[in-house]
């Protein structure tokens, strides 16, 4: 036999073989129409014994040829198919992304702490501890050895809460932090680089601008040499880290305490002292107290004024949340819990 | 302390704008609050008289006032003051006219009855607060003169606040010196002639019983014609903030004012016995005030008395009602003093009775300016109440006080203020303040006598301050010794951790009221025998020192719940207090952290929501755990008050309690209105982080597979599956990487009080992989174990 009509029918079978796989609409039926043409190949195969032997290797080929366009053909519509179903199977997944997530409700650290630890944080760069004590005083701590004699008239300043302890008068919900200096003088020697924040007391109606309970930061410097200068130049350099570009204002006053005292004040960050609400079109907002450290305080602890110097400086912590924030009431931010408000920050 | 700037003018010349002048006085420490210049918001209102008064026909506390204002002019007014009669002068403001506040006037019909302007009352002239009704302008007041004129309103006040160590800046002239040497003018003060000193005036005699308490007392006598004082001293007292009352009263008023001085006017003929005696009141001794109040005085008070002891007067606060001046004296005996501050710092906060006079006294008065302040007093009773003084005066001053003489070393002013100041500079700063100096470095600063807030070196240093001016003096930054390090102590440290673990958990951080009412510890289920009161609280709902954070937190819950969040998860750190340990005087502080959550977990849309469980509470205990590697935390099942019976625990660390998780009681629930289950949890966090840890050493990460079994165990309900898994941990050994509790059922099955609990174990070994031989006699080993200790039964 000749090779002429296998090879024929080779070429026949490759065009049947086209046409069903192009037709094949899903993977089933690209399968069935493999297992046909591989039937046919196979036919085609086992006559080649029959084809003269010099002829069957040009009929092996014309079969390997048609076998492998076959194949390939049937490869790619196998891919299309396959990506086809793909689609559709991921088509009938479909979720909604916008509404498989609801809002994601995080834990907040209160206003007052993120202040509060960003405080801390400032003053630890500078090389500074951080100290507490109780809030719960004597006397001694809370005014005596602050240099408020009984019946001064600075006393009267600080409207105080006392408790039933000890003598009448004797032990107190203390009025600011600064006992805490006096507490840590007595324990440890200078130098001393500071800084108490902590919950204070005074006998107060709540208002959006008071409160009976407020927090506040103390800072103590002594050592030997500190100059009021000192004292001014390192709140400037603190508001600048807590505040921006800045300028730190002193106005002479009177703290028990500390000598020479002044009242500290910042150019009000919100409008560049050109005047806003916010600082009452001063350009100014007033922030705490501060002042060299008295020599009857130091005396009080048991140092030598001749040989040590400091200085203190204290200011509410609440005030800067409020400002920064723009929170209209210290009742908002202290002790309503409102999560509505706590969520915000 | 309002400083009219025509009264400082009266002691040194000074022409600078008046917002320098508010700047030289905020740099010198007396703080301005407010410039007020009051004429400069007032046009068009003028002096009228009124020349009937008729009533309102629609309305009762209404009326009609007939007024003429110069040139023939003449208007109704409606008018609403009560004091308002025919004849009086008083202030009107035209239709057009210009009231401080932005407030003009227009013609307007008040109850059918057309106002052709209004009369003002001196709060609407923006003179203080008086409500006392319309404005009376002295008779002779000129119609139609604008009231500015009248009442010198074209004067700059400058209202300050004076700190407490300044109590010679309480007058004008003390005012007037800071002024004068910040802006390098003259500065003077008459000087009082010499007086004629005498043991009694006549029949009038003086004894001082304390003189601890009263150091000085000076008398004089003098007839006077009572009256008005003249408008100018009337325009100053009013722009003063106070009110004129009688010529001789205003006089006191104005001397006080000017010299920080306050004066006592006694009407001599009501003095029985013609004389005063000053003695400590008797334990409930009464009297009545000026203000009409009768007081009950005590042995702390100073009282000084007519001849036969009776108190007329609260020394150094207030008059008394029986030898007032009124309009029938034509004697009166003056009384200028020193009271020791303190004193009258006490009595007055004692009474509660605070006076311009107490708010002076109790800072320190010029003990030196009694006499020539009771000079100054009659000088102006001469001119404007035809006084005429006897010239003796009698002075009760056994020790003189005398200046106070500091040392001052320049080098110290320059080591305290950062300055590099000569002596002589020194010097010369602190000269213009009344500082008499002697020698050269250090030299000897003499004060005085009105700044008794200068004592020692110190307070001279600061008079240097104010003086070169705080911002003159150059910045520089203390910088901590090299080799020390700021950092937050482990304790600070480990607070933040705790707090950032509830804030990973989902809680926010709240804040509550530690002051609150025994009634906020029973709301919740809690008792309040061992609590801190507050001695003085201003609300009962703040009387005792919260020993728990829970109310507050359950309290701040039931707030969010109200206002319509019911699903909250919030937490505390924060100070609680119980009663001081034995022996100490201050309560026992802990720190305790506090959470609570509630309502609903949500969930949805792509899982239900589901309540919340108690479950969540204790997951924060485990984290805690977790993020402070503690060793030993057990948790206890026992009924904790205030929390579900079956559903609370205490904590114990190391065995120590520490505190509560659980359920919150439903009993509790009901009475805060809440509906949704709520599990809270309270731990001292001192003990917590207290704690024994474990290591922080890395454990080597096994590249051998591990080998999984189940076991399910019942057991009866008591047996805490925390317990088991301490069993099956023992028994399995080394071995075992982790024990898992997968689940836990009860059924009829099992019957009543028992219950399944699997637990979930992976074995593995570093160094190999385990097998099947290894497995089962661990496996035997572990139930055997669990079986002998808790009586368990294993399933299936
Ligand atoms: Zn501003």
């Known amino acids: 036999m000749s090779a002429r009509p296998l090879i024929d029918r080779s070429s026949d079978a490759v065009g049947t073989a086209l046409r069903a796989i192009a037709d094949a609409t899903d993977l089933d039926a690209l399968r069935a129409a493999e297992r046909r043409i591989d039937d046919e190949f196979a036919a085609i195969k086992r006559e080649i014994k029959s084809v003269d032997a010099a002829d069957r290797s040009a009929v092996g080929q014309a079969l390997g040829t048609a076998q492998a366009q076959a194949r390939a053909a049937a490869d790619a519509r196998r891919g299309e198919l396959e990506a086809t179903a793909g689609a559709a199977r991921l088509a009938g997944e479909r979720l909604d992304l916008t509404a498989v997530g609801a809002e994601y409700r995080r834990g907040h650290l209160h206003p007052v702490t993120q202040v509060w630890r960003e405080l801390e944080d400032i003053f630890c760069g500078l090389g500074y501890e951080v100290h507490g004590g109780p809030e719960v005083e004597d006397d001694w701590h809370n005014f005596e050895a602050l240099n408020f004699p009984p019946g001064h008239p600075a006393r009267a300043m600080q409207d105080t809460l006392y408790v039933n302890l000890g003598e009448p008068e004797q032990v107190l919900l203390r009025t600011h932090t600064s006992p805490v200096q006096i507490r840590l003088m007595e324990s440890q020697p200078p130098p001393i680089y500071a800084v108490m924040p902590g919950r204070t007391f005074r006998r107060d109606t709540p208002d959006a601008r008071h409160s009976p309970v407020f927090h506040q930061i103390e800072c103590l410097v002594v050592d030997r040499g500190i100059t009021m200068g000192d004292l001014m130049g390192t709140i400037e350099v603190f508001f600048r880290a807590l505040f921006g570009d800045v300028e730190a204002r002193f106005l002479p006053s009177f703290f028990p305490f500390t000598e020479p005292s002044a009242e500290l004040g910042v150019s009000c960050p919100f409008c ?56 209209d009431s210290l009742q908002t931010l202290l002790w309503d819990n409102d999560v509505r408000f706590l969520r915000q920050f | ?196 000193l005498v043991d009694r005036i006549g029949d009038v005699s003086v004894v001082v019983d304390a003189p601890e308490r009263c150091p000085r007392l000076v008398a004089r006598v003098a007839t006077v014609v009572m ?101 029938s004296t034509t004697k009166i005996l003056l009384e200028s003093a020193y009271f020791e501050p303190a004193g009258i710092s006490r009595s007055s906060k004692r009474l509660g009775l605070r006076s311009e006079a107490s708010a002076r006294f109790e800072r320190g008065v010029d003990p030196n300016g009694a006499a020539a302040g009771a000079d100054r007093a009659l000088e102006l009773l001469a001119e404007v109440a035809g006084a005429v003084a006897d010239p003796a005066t009698i002075d009760r001053y056994p020790r003189p006080v005398a200046r106070e003489r500091v040392t001052v070393r320049s080098a110290r002013v320059n080591a305290i203020l950062g300055t590099d100041l000569t002596a002589a500079e020194v010097r010369g700063l602190v000269e213009p303040l009344g500082i008499e100096t002697e020698g050269s470095d250090p030299f000897i600063a003499a004060c005085p006598t009105d700044r008794p807030d200068l004592a020692r070196e110190i307070d001279v240093i600061e008079e240097v301050a104010r003086r070169v001016g705080l911002q003159h003096i150059r910045r520089t930054v203390a910088s901590a010794p090299a080799g020390s390090v700021g950092r937050l102590s482990e304790a600070q440290r480990e607070r933040r951790l705790v707090a950032d673990v509830l804030v990973g958990a989902g809680f926010c951080e709240a804040m509550s009221m530690p002051l609150i009412s025994p009634a906020d510890l029973e709301h919740v289920g809690l008792t309040a025998d061992a609590t801190v009161e ?204 982790r024990v898992e509790l997968f689940d836990e059922f009860r059924s009829d099955a099992l019957g009543p009080g028992r219950r399944s609990v699997a637990f979930a174990l992976r074995c593995r070994a570093h160094d190999r992989t385990l097998t099947d031989t290894e497995i089962a006699p661990l496996r035997t080993a572990v139930i055997d174990a669990v079986v002998a200790a808790h009586d368990a039964i294993l399933r299936g």
């Not at chain 1, 560049?272 to 005396?299: K, Q, Y």
């Not at chain 1, 912590?317 to 929170?327: G, H, M, Q």
């Not at chain 2, 001085?261 to 400590?280: E, K, N, S």
């Open chain 2, 227 to 327: 009256g008005e004082s003249p408008a100018w001293m009337q325009q100053r007292l009013r722009l003063a903030g106070m009110r004129p009352i009688s010529n001789v009263v205003d006089v006191t008023n104005y001397v006080m004012l000017e010299r920080c001085r306050p004066l006592h006017a006694f009407d001599l003929d009501r003095l029985a016995g013609r004389g005063i005696v000053v003695r400590v009141a008797t334990d409930g001794e009464r009297m009545t005030t000026l203000d009409g109040v009768e007081r009950t005085l005590d042995g702390g008070d100073l009282v000084i008395c007519d001849g036969e002891r009776s108190p007329q007067a609260i020394a150094g606060i207030m008059g008394g009602r029986d030898s007032e001046v009124d309009a």
């Open chain 2, 534 to 737: 507050v001695a003085n609280p201003l609300r009962a709902e703040e009387s005792i020192l919260r020993p728990s954070v829970r109310p507050g937190l359950l309290r701040a819950v039931a707030g969010n719940a109200a206002r319509g969040e019911p699903d909250v998860a919030l937490f505390e750190l924060g100070t609680v207090f119980g009663p001081p340990r034995s022996g100490d005087l201050l309560p026992d502080e802990r720190t305790m952290l506090g959470a609570v959550i509630a309502g609903t977990v949500r969930r949805a849309p792509r899982e239900p929501d589901r309540a919340v469980h108690v479950g969540d509470a204790v997951d924060v205990v485990h984290a805690l755990v977790a993020a402070l590697r503690l060793a030993d935390l057990a948790i206890e099942a026992v009924a904790v008050p205030g929390l579900h019976a079956s559903r609370s625990a205490r904590i114990l660390v190391d065995g120590a309690d520490i505190g509560a998780v659980g359920e919150v009681a439903p009993e509790v629930l009901a009475r805060l209105d809440l509906v949704g289950p709520a599990a809270t949890l309270e731990l001292d966090v001192g003990a917590l982080c207290a704690g024994r840890r474990r290591p922080n050493r890395f454990v080597p990460i096994s590249s051998f597979p591990p080998v999984n079994f189940d076991l399910a165990f019942v057991v009866a309900d008591d047996v805490a599956a925390a317990e088991i898994a301490a069993t099956v941990r023992a028994a399995a050994g080394d071995l075992l990487e």
């Open chain 2, 1 to 196: 302390m309002r400083a009219p700037l025509s009264w400082i003018r009266d002691f040194t010349p000074i022409e600078a704008p008046p917002s320098e002048i508010a700047d030289a006085l905020n740099q010198l420490g007396l703080e301005v609050d407010d410039v007020d210049a009051p004429g400069a918001e007032i046009h068009d209102v003028v002096a009228a008289r009124i020349v009937q008064v008729v009533p309102h026909p629609d309305a009762d506390k209404i009326r009609l006032a007939d007024i003429e204002f110069g040139g023939g002019r003449a208007l109704r007014v409606v008018c609403g003051a009560p004091n308002i009669a025919a004849g009086m002068v008083v202030p009107f403001a035209q239709v057009g006219a210009m009231l401080p506040g932005d407030f003009r006037i227009t013609k307007r019909k008040i109850r059918g009855v057309v106002s052709e302007g209004m009369l003002c009352s001196s709060r609407e002239l923006g003179l203080g607060d008086d409500h006392d009704g319309i404005l009376v302008l002295p008779d002779d007041t000129e119609l139609g003169a604008d009231v500015r004129d009248v009442l010198g309103l074209h004067d700059v006040v400058f209202e300050l606040s004076i700190t407490p160590n300044r109590p010679d800046a309480m007058g004008i002239v003390g005012v007037a010196r800071d002024l004068a040497a910040h802006f390098g003018l003259p500065f003077a003060l008459p000087t009082a002639p010499a007086i004629e």
């Open chain 1, 272 to 327: 560049s002292r050109s005047g806003c609400r916010t600082c009452s079109h001063t350009g100014w907002i007033e922030l705490g107290g501060c002042g060299m450290v008295d020599p009857n305080v130091f005396a009080a602890v048991g140092l030598d004024a001749e040989e040590w110097s400091g200085f203190a400086f204290g200011f509410g912590i609440d005030r800067i949340p409020l400002l920064r924030n723009e929170i």
